[in-house]
């Protein structure tokens, strides 16, 4: 199966001199939690947004959401991958960098698609779905959740 066949065609995205509180509104009305971060130019992918990273990098450090531009919150350099690539591939890729979203490029580096953990689970084969959801959780000892109250 390839990515073609499950990844979402409708993406929603914006420019890294976007405002957060913008980019919040996008994910709103987008119904998502997460949008490829593209340079306005080239349409280029350059980084990607997610709630978590709104709330991590911005809220929880009093940052005004509408002065604070989407390029402060953003990953940088984000994980992608081709419409035509194999599903295990891209899953493989996914688990190994513990993301549950991934921007689907074109040749040129636009984006042309967006493949969610969701779109895993609702359209892959069950195998597939197991694999991905259990090594995409484990924990990474990056966070909060990694370390025990005494």
């Known amino acids: 199966m390839r990515i073609s066949e ?8 914006c420019a890294p001199e976007a405002s957060i509180q913008d980019a919040a ?18 349409g280029k992918v350059v980084g990607i947004l997610t709630d978590r990273d709104i709330a991590c990098r911005a809220v929880a450090h009093g940052r005004n ?11 940088n350099v984000p994980v992608t991958v ?9 899953c493989q ?8 979203r991934v921007p689907v490029v074109d040749e040129t580096g636009k984006v042309c698609g967006i493949v969610s953990q969701a779109d ?31």
């Open 25 to 42: 509104r996008l994910m709103e009305n987008g119904d998502c939690g997460a949008i490829p971060v593209v340079e306005v130019d080239s």
């Open 93 to 100: 890729i996914m688990e190994k960098e513990q993301v549950r």
């Open 82 to 90: 081709k419409a035509d690539m194999e599903l295990e591939l891209c």
């Open 6 to 13: 499950i990844m979402s065609r409708k993406v929603t995205s």
């Open 120 to 150: 895993i689970a609702q359209k892959a084969p069950e195998h597939e779905v197991a694999e991905v959801v259990r090594d995409i959780s484990r924990p990474s000892g990056r966070g909060i959740w990694a370390h025990t109250v005494p």
């Open 65 to 75: 959401p509408q002065g604070t531009k989407v390029r402060d919150c953003m990953s």
